[in-house]
Each structure stands twice: as structure tokens, then as C-alpha cells.
């Protein structure tokens, strides 16, 4: 148990007073790739938020622990910096600071020194070829005017240089999205031969999971895990999508 | 003092210049002595400290100024104001006791239907004095007050209201709630006790028949620890050539998590100066909401003002306000935010047509002690013509840091391709206007009783008609 | 004796004392700019019988903070300096007038009145920069009146980076002609007091005018900001935005006003602000202004003003910033966004270098040089 990156002991989450997920029980070890599943309105989302910390969610029960340590009442950006991420659907628009400068000062935030530019541009420009974005993005201001897909691959990027030890991945609105799907396959794949971390892959479509080893996979019915199992069950539910568990 | 004028001298916008002190008609005249004040009280049969309050607030009304910074009150004459006038009728107990030619006109006004309809009560109200009243037997049940003002001064309730009348709405604020200070008649006192909740909506009519006669009822509601009330207040008048004057008062008390829901159509005949107050203190965990209609009279100041003084205390205002012919309708709120956890929520909409002019005018003013506040204002102003005015002039005045506010304003004409759309699906030009207008009014109609709601849709329909060319 | 500056066009409640700014009145003399002067522009000084005749239209061009400040220009008789624009010609290079009110005096405290009128013949187009900058105890007025002609195009930029014991007046009008557009960028930075007035009356169809103003206001410092749009004309359009931070005990007032004039038909007018207040102790005032005589014509104005959006504040939280990071962060990307909005990359340094926030510039260019190796 003590070998666990990130264990999760019967959360249960609040939004408007009102509860959305109960008593969560769930435990990821290092490098390992799990997905969580589940229909619309399951609270897939809620999960990755309440593990961030968005203060617009309660946790009335339960913890959260990471690398050992209780990590439930902490803020936001000291899980970060332990080294967890998580990737927003709707990242927000920053008017006057470049991405390049974001991830730079995000970079020095968590290592306490400061990057010597040269190192960082470099390591910038491998991760943009990667991704295949376009060099120029790294002066553009913080997802401003970026269209779906760019914003997409902007949460990538920030994933591939901030190498965090667990990755969350919210794919819930990339389902069909072609481009948005290639760019999250070929992120994970980096990060898994760079950073060798931790995935957590939420999603309803299993269409990133095609080339993926994935370890676990966690079903998630109106706010309740209702079953953990092995790869095989991302097939059941491509042929049979959720019904059996409802 | 030296004449102050805007320097925006190009534009015909005499309203917005500054007034010198000269110039206005409101001087101490005939029509308004001590005496006459006196007297007025003593018909009333006022206690002595209602007495000696009119005599002040007359003192007051005296020393000061006319407001500089709206519309003209010039045509308002204080001379040919009566300011009481009594009908032949004292207070009846049911419908049928009630003066024939009173009760025609209350008939056209369709309230005999809606007393049918289980309201809790309806207090009518005939210049200047309560005619007809009603408390229902379930309402009075619960410990619900609800009786004309004046009685209850002398009533078990007495002391209550001696504490709290005219203290949220003070004669100092302006020359017209020292008036209204001085003159007020009529009106009534709602008490409702800690936890009630008051499930049909209490309402009052005002109707002014007389020419030449004041308005000045003074509305004192108290809702308790906890409870829950829904006040309706709406009026109507017809046309008169003199000019009239409503001056009243609204002071509303909302106390701990307890809600007040405060709604107003306002209809006054187009020859009215309303220069209404209103006024709503909310304690702690309290909330006031605020649906208010105007869309009569020649001249409108109102702004109903909530003060959050409570922690968690929450303001809402939504209103709708149509300018006509002849109307310079200037309407807002203000909000006051003096405590923490405090929000308001501010959303209205004007229509100016046929050359009405149409003012949002409002306040946020959030303090230091308002730690972690929100204020959302949203304004939206239609013009159906280029021949009249609408300006928004919203003012925030933030003084924490800890404080989320947002405003947004917009101003513009009635869709084309919406107009189009309609017409093709059968609907006369005219028809299509006023049905885009009736859902732009939209954020007040849905918080209205079903009757206001169909009341005010009429309205809307009626001045709109003849719109086009 | 006592003036009022920056007049709402249309007052509100006088609890609020927002109608506009009451000042002691004062006098000063006029202070020699430093002036940049390219091809394709003249300048001359105004005596009075000049004065009556061709500042005619002049005269008519009403700014942002009201009649009374041309009293103090008056009595402190100082003489107006013309800037011409050559007809049809694009003129490149920035008219620079560097106001530096450290100039040497005879007595300490001396008080700057300076007073300009700039014409932009039709077809011309030119960047104006009034760079204020001062670090001793003092007052100025700087009064600019601009009339762009048919076609032509104004950019007109004015750098406010004054020490803490200055007093600023900076006032500004324009009258834009057909087709004519303004774009302008405004910095407030520093100072005791900052008194800015801007009045564009948009008199020709289709002219247009576009204003990114910035400021910080820390310390005890004040900013007292007009600005008035009256659309005359059919077709016009006018857009400002408005991005700061207050700090510490600072105070700002912004009045914004959208005129849309009956007969100025499909004019389009937006005001937007957007204030990040950081510590307790600020003070934000904001009046924004719609007025509105004409059917066919669209208004907008949206005001944000506070803390941080809770939404902002997670998601950068998310990558690991700290709270007190965050504001700093912020507060520097506000500025910067409004800097990038001027074109000239030596006014953008000097900025840059005013606030401090050059040292990445310079170690970029310093680490460019060690590490340029082939292909960087």
C-alpha cells in the first residue's frame, strides 16, 4: 500500500451543497495509466477538480494522499508542485503573459531556481516539435484566441514540461475530436517515455485508449465507482457502452 | 452660488444643466405652512410625536434644495396641491359596504376578480385615505399584521413602528422624503412574525382621482427573524390637466434570513411627478427582491435602495422601465454593501419610444467591511425610434480589494431580422414590435404574479400601438 | 481658489461626488519639451493675433477635462506650439516630445504649462508620443487639441512615468474627420496625482477611434481619468479599454462616456474596463456612461473590477503558482498587455525599464550572445 502514488480513501464531493460524488475509493502507483469511465453526468470531471482542489468543490469526507502524504486540505499550487496535473477542457485566457513566460516562471515555481533561458528554450522547442505546434506559439499570450485544438495542445505542452509524477487528463469533451485525440495520444506517449509518471485519463469515448497499456480501469456511475478491472473492460464497453451498470 | 452649466453646450440637453436656485418654483407658498400641517394632524388624530416629527420634517423640507441632477420638476405646482383630500367613505370591513362610484372604478381596474382569486387581503386606497380594507381570517391566523398605518400608530403595534418610521427613509435625505415627512397619509404597516412564511402574496392599491391631490402613503413592512412575505403594490390613475405629485414612502425592515419580495407595477397617469422612496435595510443571512414595472407618469425619480448590513445579506432588483410620449422616466436602485458575504444582483431593461426619455441610473457602493462580495449589474436599453433618449448612468464606488464586481450595459434598436422573422410567420409589423418588446420585458414579467404579468404585457402592447411611421 | 476638471457629461447623485474632480487652481510656465521632429511636420509658436485668427477650429475642439483647465493655460500665458502634418504623407518616424520636468530652475518647485495643436491634413498619417517623466516635487499641465482631417490617421501615445511627488494634468481632444481614425495608447504610472482628460468628438462618417489606456496605482497615489466619446457622424466607431491595478492605498477614478448623437446613424461605441485591486486600503471608482439619442446605433460597456476570478486563480494555482505570485504575476501581465499595444520597441523598453520589468529582456539578449551557436 505504502508503494501507492496517489490513494484516494472514501471521498465524498460536494458542488452547491448538493453531493456528487460518494465514498470514492481509488489508487494509483507510479507510472501506472488508469482510466476512469463512466456515462454523462457520472462526475467524472468533478473527481479531477476535487483532487486539484477547485474551491468551487467540497470534500465533506474522506482523503486524498499523494506520495505518502496527506494532501487533502492542501492548496492548489503546493499539489502541484508535489507534482500533480491536471488538464483543464476550458483553460483560460491570460492576456499578457506568453505561454513560453507561463511555463518558464510555473518551471522555476516548483524547482525554487531560476531556468537559465537558453536550457529552457530548447527544451521548449523539442516539446513543440513533439506536438507538432508551431515554434511561434511560444510568444503567443496565454491561450488567448486560441482556437479548441491549440488550447488542447497548450495543456499538453504545459503537461510535458512540468513533468509531473501524476498526470490527469480530463478527455471528457475530446471524444470525436480527430486532432484533439492525436495530439493527447502522442502527449501521452511522450510523457510516458520522457517522464515515465503516472497517467489518470478521464473519459467516456475510448478512442485515445487504442494504443494504451492501460493498468486499471474504473467505471464511475452517478457519483459511485461501480466496478475497477483490467483492460479488457474498455472493450465490453465499446460494444456495450454502460447499460449494465446502471 | 454661481451658475454651474455643463459644457456640453451643443447638445439640447437643458434637462442635465445645472439649476440655478432661482430658478425653481419651490419656495415656502401658501399652500404649505405649519399650520396647515397641524391641522392635518390633528384630523389624522396623530400621537404627539407624529405631530412634533411633521412639524420637523416641514422645517427641513423648507431648508432645502430641489435635486440638480435629473429631470425638470418645474411643472410641479406646489400651489394647486392639495395635499389631503377626503373621499365621503370611511374604512368598510367588506366589498359590499364600499361607495358605489369607488368601486366602479376599482371594477374597471379588475380588483374585485383578483380578491376573488384567495388573495391574502387588499388595502385600495382613494386619495389620500384607506377605503376599503381586508385581512383575511388565514393570514391574520399566523400572527400576520397587515392594517393601515395611520390606526396603527395607536395600536398594539405602536411602539414598534414609532422605532422604526421614517428612520431608514429619513427627511434629510431629500427635499421630497421631507415632505412626504411632513404630509404623509395613508399607507399601511405589515408585521410578520419570526418563521412565517406568508404563502399568498399581500397586495394594495393606490388610485389618485381628485385633481390637484398629493400622494404621500407611507408603506412600513417588517418581516421577522426568518420569515417570508411577497408584497404587491400597484396603482393607477387617469389623466387630470393639473399637476400631481406622489411623494410616498416604502421603508422596508428585512431581518435575519428572512426574504422580502417587493413588487411594484407602477402606472401613474401621464400629467404624474412620482418621486417615490424606497427603501430596504437586510440583516444578516436576509435577502430583498426587488420587481418593479414603471411605466407611467411625466416625470419618475425612483430608485429603490437596499442596504446589506448583515452578513450574507443579499440584494436583487429587476425592473423595466418605458418611456413614452411626454415621459422622463429616470429609474435605477441603489445598492449598499456593508458587510461581508453581501451580493447584489441588478438586471434591467428600458424602452424609450415616440420621443420618451428613459434614465438607468444607479449605485453600487461596496465598503471597506465588505469583504467578499459580488455585484453583478446588467442594463439593457431598447430604442424603437430616433427621435428619443436613453442614457445608463451607472456609478461603482469599490473600497475592498475582496470584492467581485461586474457590469455590463447595452444599448440598441429592435432586431430587423427578428422583426422579419416574425412578420413571416404571419404577425403584422406592429404585432411583432410589440411582442419582441413584451419579451425583452421579459426578466420582470416572469417574476410577476400571472394577472400583473398579463396587466403589464397590455401595457406594453398599448404603447406601442401606432408605433410605426 | 478651486476648479473642477473632468466633468461627467451627464451628473449623477452629488452623494457620490463623482460629477467631477475639484482642484486647487495654479500657475506655471512653460517648459521646453524636447522635440523630435521628423520630415513632413512643422511646428510653429502661436502668438495671440495668429491665435484669434487660424486656431478658429481650434477653438472648437473641446477636451477631456472641460473649459475652467484653459484658465490656467491662459493665466499662465503661455503661447500654444502648432504641429503641422503634411497633406497626404505618411510620416513614419514618431513626433517625439519628451516632456523630462527635471529641467534645471531657479527656484525648486517651479509649475509646467505646456499647450499644443496638432493638424493632420487629410490623407497624412503620424505617431505622436508625449513621454512625461519627472522625479521631483511639482506640477504640470499638458494640453494637446488634435484635428485629423479626411483620411488621415493618428497614433498618438502618452507615457505617464512620473516620480511620486508629481502632479500630472494631461488633457487631450480631437476632432476626427470622415474616414479619419485614432488609435492611442495611455500609461499611468507613478505620481502623486494623475489628472487625465480625454474628449474625442467623432464629427465626420466613418471616423473611428480606438484607446488602450494602462495604470498602476500604488502607494497613496491618485488617478483621475476622463474620457468622452461623442459619436456625430454615421458610421463611427469607438472602442477604449481600460486595464489596471490598484495596490496598497491607491485611488482611481474612471469616468467613460459613450455619446451616440442623434443622426449618427449605425454608430458603434464600447467601453471596457477591467480593475485588479490587490490589497485593502484601494479605492475604486467607476462611472461608465451611455447616452443615447439615435435608434440605429450599438452601445456596450462592461466593467470587471476586483479580485482575481476564482476560475483564473485555480487554474494557474493548478501549475503550481502561489497565491501572492499570482497577483504580482498578473498585475505585471496586465501592464505588459497594455505596453505591447505600442508599436515602437524602444518606447515599449523604456516602459519596460520604468517598472523593472526589463531584466528579461536584458538577460535574453545576453544569453542570445553566449549561446548563439548555429541555429538558436
Known amino acids: 500500500m505504502s508503494a501507492s502514488l496517489l490513494e484516494i480513501k472514501d471521498l465524498c464531493v460536494n458542488v452547491d451543497e448538493k453531493e456528487i460524488l460518494h465514498d470514492i475509493n481509488l489508487s494509483v502507483n507510479p507510472g501506472e495509466v488508469h482510466v476512469l469511465m463512466g456515462p454523462n453526468g457520472a462526475g467524472k470531471s468533478t473527481l479531477g477538480f476535487a483532487i486539484m482542489g477547485n474551491p468551487r468543490y467540497t470534500i465533506t469526507n474522506g482523503s486524498v494522499c499523494f506520495d505518502g502524504e496527506d494532501i487533502t486540505e492542501e492548496s492548489t499550487d503546493k499539489k502541484a508542485n508535489k507534482g500533480i496535473y491536471l488538464s483543464f477542457q476550458n483553460p483560460i485566457e491570460v492576456p499578457g503573459i506568453s505561454l513560453g513566460n507561463f511555463i518558464r516562471n510555473a518551471l522555476e515555481r516548483k524547482t525554487e531556481k531560476k531556468i537559465r533561458l537558453w536550457d529552457f528554450k530548447k527544451k521548449m522547442k523539442s516539446a513543440l516539435e513533439v506536438l507538432q505546434m508551431n515554434p511561434e506559439y511560444a510568444d503567443r499570450d496565454l491561450n488567448v484566441g486560441f482556437s479548441g485544438g491549440e488550447k488542447k495542445k497548450a495543456e499538453i505542452l504545459q503537461m510535458l514540461m512540468l513533468k509531473p509524477k501524476l498526470a490527469i487528463l480530463d478527455e471528457t469533451d475530446s471524444g470525436l475530436d480527430v486532432d484533439a485525440v492525436k495530439t493527447v495520444s502522442i502527449g501521452i506517449e511522450e510523457y510516458k517515455k520522457e517522464v515515465g509518471g503516472a497517467l489518470l485519463i478521464i473519459t467516456h469515448s475510448t478512442r485515445i485508449l487504442d494504443a494504451l497499456d492501460v493498468d486499471k480501469v474504473h467505471v464511475l456511475v452517478d457519483g459511485k465507482i461501480v466496478t475497477t478491472s483490467d483492460k479488457s473492460l474498455i472493450e465490453d464497453i465499446n460494444e456495450n457502452g454502460f447499460e449494465r451498470f446502471l | 452660488m454661481a451658475e454651474e452649466k455643463t459644457y456640453v453646450e451643443d447638445v439640447d440637453r437643458s434637462l442635465y444643466d445645472f439649476r440655478n436656485e432661482d430658478k425653481d418654483s419651490f419656495k415656502l407658498d401658501e399652500g404649505l405652512t405649519p399650520e396647515i400641517v397641524k391641522q392635518i394632524s390633528e384630523e389624522k388624530n396623530d400621537p404627539e410625536w407624529m405631530k412634533d416629527?411633521?412639524?420637523?420634517?416641514?422645517?427641513?423640507?423648507?431648508?432645502?434644495?430641489?435635486?440638480?441632477?435629473?429631470?425638470?420638476?418645474?411643472?410641479?405646482?406646489?400651489?394647486?396641491?392639495?395635499?389631503?383630500?377626503?373621499a365621503n367613505t370611511h374604512m368598510s370591513a367588506t366589498w359590499d359596504e364600499v361607495p358605489e362610484e369607488i368601486k366602479d372604478t376599482f371594477e374597471r381596474l379588475g380588483i374585485p376578480q383578483a380578491e376573488r382569486e384567495s388573495l391574502a387581503g387588499v388595502g385600495a386606497q382613494y386619495d389620500s385615505e384607506l377605503v376599503y380594507h381586508n385581512v383575511k381570517k388565514e393570514v391574520a391566523d399566523q400572527g400576520v399584521v397587515y392594517t393601515d398605518l395611520e390606526s396603527a400608530l395607536w395600536g398594539p403595534h405602536a411602539d414598534m413602528i414609532k422605532e422604526h418610521f421614517m428612520k431608514l427613509i429619513t427627511p434629510r435625505d431629500h427635499k421630497f422624503a421631507a415632505l412626504h415627512g411632513a404630509v404623509w397619509s395613508g399607507g399601511s404597516f405589515v408585521y410578520v412574525p419570526p418563521g412565517v412564511s406568508v404563502e399568498i402574496p399581500l397586495q394594495s392599491y393606490f388610485r389618485l382621482n381628485a385633481p390637484g391631490a398629493g400622494q404621500f402613503e407611507h408603506t412600513l413592512i417588517i418581516v421577522d427573524e426568518g420569515a417570508y412575505l411577497h408584497f404587491i403594490e400597484g396603482c393607477s390613475a387617469p389623466k387630470y390637466n393639473i399637476a400631481n405629485l406622489h411623494a410616498g414612502a416604502v421603508e422596508l425592515f428585512v431581518g435575519?434570513?428572512?426574504?422580502?419580495?417587493?413588487?411594484?407595477?407602477?402606472?401613474?397617469?401621464?400629467?404624474?411627478?412620482?418621486?417615490?422612496?424606497?427603501?430596504?435595510?437586510?440583516?444578516?443571512?436576509?435577502?430583498?427582491?426587488?420587481?418593479?414595472?414603471?411605466?407611467?407618469?411625466?416625470?419618475?425619480?425612483?430608485?429603490?435602495?437596499?442596504?446589506?448590513?448583515?452578513?450574507?445579506?443579499?440584494?436583487e432588483f429587476t425592473g423595466v422601465t418605458f418611456a413614452?410620449?411626454?415621459?422622463?422616466?429616470?429609474?435605477?436602485?441603489?445598492?449598499?454593501?456593508?458587510?461581508?458575504?453581501?451580493?447584489?444582483?441588478?438586471?434591467?431593461?428600458?424602452?424609450?419610444?415616440?420621443?420618451?426619455?428613459?434614465?438607468?441610473?444607479?449605485?453600487?457602493?461596496?465598503?471597506?467591511?465588505?469583504?467578499?462580495?459580488?455585484?453583478?449589474?446588467?442594463?439593457?436599453?431598447?430604442?424603437?425610434?430616433?427621435?428619443?433618449?436613453?442614457?445608463?448612468?451607472?456609478?461603482?464606488?469599490?473600497?475592498?480589494?475582496?470584492?467581485?464586481?461586474?457590469?455590463?450595459?447595452?444599448?440598441?434598436?429592435?432586431?430587423?431580422?427578428?422583426?422579419?422573422?416574425?412578420?413571416?410567420?404571419?404577425?403584422?409589423?406592429?404585432?411583432?414590435?410589440?411582442?419582441?418588446?413584451?419579451?425583452?420585458?421579459?426578466?420582470?414579467?416572469?417574476?410577476?404574479?400571472?394577472?400583473?404579468?398579463?396587466?403589464?404585457?397590455?401595457?406594453?402592447?398599448?404603447?406601442?400601438?401606432?408605433?410605426?411611421? | 481658489m478651486s476648479m473642477r476638471i473632468n466633468y461627467l457629461p451627464a451628473p449623477t447623485w452629488n452623494w457620490l461626488k463623482m460629477n467631477f474632480k475639484e482642484v486647487d487652481e495654479w500657475q506655471g510656465k512653460k517648459e521646453d519639451a524636447k522635440i523630435t521632429l521628423p520630415e513632413g511636420v512643422t511646428l510653429t509658436t502661436l502668438e495671440?493675433?495668429?491665435?484669434?485668427?487660424?486656431?478658429?477650429?481650434?477653438?472648437?475642439?473641446?477636451?477631456?477635462?472641460?473649459?475652467?483647465?484653459?484658465?490656467?493655460?491662459?493665466?499662465?500665458?503661455?503661447?500654444?506650439?502648432?504641429?503641422?502634418?503634411?497633406?497626404?504623407?505618411?510620416?513614419?518616424?514618431?513626433?517625439?516630445?519628451?516632456?523630462?520636468?527635471?529641467?534645471?530652475?531657479?527656484?525648486?518647485?517651479?509649475?509646467?504649462?505646456?499647450?499644443?495643436?496638432?493638424?493632420?491634413?487629410?490623407?497624412?498619417?503620424?505617431?505622436?508620443?508625449?513621454?512625461?517623466?519627472?522625479?521631483?516635487?511639482?506640477?504640470?499641465?499638458?494640453?494637446?487639441?488634435?484635428?485629423?482631417?479626411?483620411?488621415?490617421?493618428?497614433?498618438?501615445?502618452?507615457?505617464?512615468?512620473?516620480?511620486?511627488?508629481?502632479?500630472?494634468?494631461?488633457?487631450?481632444?480631437?476632432r476626427i474627420d470622415e474616414n479619419a481614425n485614432v488609435s492611442q495608447v495611455n500609461l499611468f504610472i507613478g505620481g502623486e496625482k494623475i489628472y487625465n482628460g480625454f474628449r474625442a468628438d467623432l464629427a465626420g462618417k466613418y471616423s473611428s477611434i480606438e484607446s488602450d489606456y494602462g495604470y498602476i496605482v500604488k502607494g497613496e497615489e491618485e488617478l483621475d481619468i476622463n474620457y468622452v466619446a461623442n459619436h456625430l457622424g454615421k458610421k463611427t466607431?469607438?472602442?477604449?479599454?481600460?486595464?489596471?491595478?490598484?495596490?496598497?492605498?491607491?485611488?482611481?477614478?474612471?469616468?467613460?462616456?459613450?455619446?451616440?448623437?442623434?443622426?449618427?446613424?449605425?454608430?458603434?461605441?464600447?467601453?471596457?474596463?477591467?480593475?485588479?485591486?490587490?490589497?485593502?486600503?484601494?479605492?475604486?471608482?467607476?462611472?461608465?456612461?451611455?447616452?443615447?439619442?439615435?435608434?440605429?446605433?450599438?452601445?456596450?460597456?462592461?466593467?470587471?473590477?476586483?479580485?482575481?476570478?476564482?476560475d483564473l486563480m485555480f487554474y494557474l494555482q493548478s501549475r503550481g503558482l502561489a497565491k501572492e505570485y499570482i497577483y504580482e504575476m498578473m498585475a505585471e501581465a496586465r501592464i505588459k498587455y497594455v505596453i505591447n499595444k505600442i508599436e515602437n520597441e524602444n518606447l515599449r523598453n523604456r516602459c519596460l525599464s520604468f517598472l523593472g520589468y526589463d531584466k528579461d529582456v536584458e538577460v535574453e539578449n545576453e544569453v542570445e550572445v553566449i549561446g548563439s551557436r548555429g541555429e538558436n
Not at chain 2, 411633521?54 to 423640507?61: D, F, P, S
Not at chain 2, 465598503?367 to 455585484?375: F, I, P, R
Not at chain 3, 525648486?108 to 517623466?133: P, R, W
Request: some cysteine; aromatic content about 8%.
Open chain 2, 53 to 86: 416629527f411633521r412639524l420637523k420634517a416641514l422645517e427641513i423640507y423648507n431648508k432645502m434644495g430641489v435635486p440638480d441632477w435629473g429631470p425638470s420638476i418645474e411643472g410641479l405646482d406646489m400651489d394647486n396641491i392639495v395635499t389631503y383630500v377626503r
Open chain 2, 256 to 315: 435575519k434570513n428572512a426574504t422580502l419580495r417587493y413588487s411594484t407595477i407602477e402606472n401613474w397617469s401621464k400629467n404624474m411627478y412620482n418621486l417615490n422612496t424606497k427603501r430596504a435595510t437586510v440583516e444578516e443571512g436576509g435577502k430583498v427582491e426587488w420587481i418593479s414595472g414603471s411605466f407611467g407618469s411625466h416625470v419618475s425619480y425612483l430608485y429603490p435602495e437596499s442596504r446589506l448590513m448583515g452578513r450574507g445579506a443579499r440584494a
Open chain 2, 324 to 469: 413614452g410620449n411626454g415621459q422622463n422616466l429616470d429609474t435605477g436602485c441603489k445598492m449598499l454593501q456593508a458587510a461581508p458575504d453581501t451580493s447584489s444582483f441588478v438586471s434591467t431593461r428600458s424602452i424609450s419610444k415616440d420621443g420618451g426619455i428613459s434614465t438607468f441610473r444607479s449605485s453600487v457602493v461596496i465598503t471597506e467591511a465588505a469583504k467578499n462580495s459580488k455585484s453583478a449589474v446588467s442594463c439593457e436599453s431598447l430604442m424603437i425610434d430616433d427621435i428619443s433618449q436613453s442614457d445608463t448612468i451607472p456609478a461603482m464606488d469599490i473600497r475592498t480589494a475582496d470584492a467581485d464586481v461586474g457590469h455590463e450595459a447595452k444599448i440598441g434598436r429592435i432586431s430587423d431580422d427578428a422583426v422579419f422573422y416574425l412578420m413571416s410567420r404571419g404577425l403584422s409589423e406592429e404585432d411583432a414590435k410589440a411582442l419582441i418588446v413584451s419579451g425583452f420585458a421579459d426578466n420582470v414579467s416572469k417574476e410577476l404574479p400571472l394577472e400583473y404579468a398579463v396587466e403589464m404585457n397590455n401595457l406594453i402592447r398599448l404603447e406601442m400601438k401606432g408605433s410605426i411611421g
Open chain 3, 48 to 174: 495671440d493675433a495668429e491665435n484669434s485668427d487660424k486656431s478658429f477650429d481650434f477653438n472648437e475642439v473641446g477636451t477631456g477635462m472641460g473649459p475652467e483647465i484653459g484658465k490656467i493655460i491662459d493665466d499662465s500665458k503661455v503661447a500654444t506650439q502648432r504641429f503641422v502634418c503634411e497633406e497626404n504623407r505618411e510620416i513614419e518616424t514618431p513626433v517625439f516630445v519628451d516632456l523630462n520636468y527635471d529641467g534645471e530652475d531657479e527656484n525648486g518647485n517651479q509649475n509646467y504649462v505646456n499647450s499644443y495643436e496638432v493638424l493632420l491634413k487629410e490623407n497624412s498619417s503620424a505617431t505622436f508620443v508625449f513621454c512625461y517623466s519627472s522625479k521631483k516635487k511639482s506640477i504640470a499641465l499638458n494640453q494637446v487639441k488634435f484635428i485629423v482631417e479626411k483620411n488621415a490617421k493618428l497614433s498618438l501615445v502618452q507615457l505617464h512615468m512620473l516620480g511620486d511627488e508629481f502632479n500630472m494634468f494631461s488633457d487631450v481632444g480631437v
Open chain 3, 237 to 310: 466607431n469607438s472602442d477604449i479599454l481600460v486595464n489596471g491595478v490598484l495596490r496598497d492605498k491607491g485611488k482611481k477614478m474612471f469616468r467613460g462616456t459613450i455619446d451616440l448623437r442623434r443622426g449618427g446613424k449605425e454608430a458603434v461605441g464600447a467601453e471596457n474596463e477591467d480593475v485588479l485591486m490587490i490589497d485593502e486600503g484601494v479605492r475604486n471608482q467607476t462611472v461608465p456612461l451611455i447616452l443615447c439619442t439615435e435608434e440605429d446605433v450599438s452601445g456596450t460597456h462592461g466593467a470587471t473590477i476586483g479580485k482575481i476570478d476564482e
